[in-house]
């Protein structure tokens, strides 16, 4: 008789939206967008959410929550 196998528990995948601004030496603009994981409606939802957000921290309603930073490391 077999064993009952244990119910694998897998992590939820880790969905992204990276927006990059580059400028070039003449000053143009380069802007590249990415959607790794959302439907556009999802999409539409979460950045909907985020321009409230921030238009609501401008005018001193609201302090962020979580505040994450990264620093790079230079080489001495």
Known sequence: MKEPQE???HPERIRAYTINVEKD???LLKI???CDGFTPLELLGLLSWAYADILE???GH???D???REFVEQEE
């Open 7 to 9: 119910e694998k528990i």
């Open 25 to 27: 030496s003449s000053g």
């Open 32 to 34: 590249s967008k990415r």
């Open 57 to 59: 921290q401008m005018n």
């Open 62 to 64: 609201v302090q962020p």
């Open 66 to 68: 979580i505040v994450k």
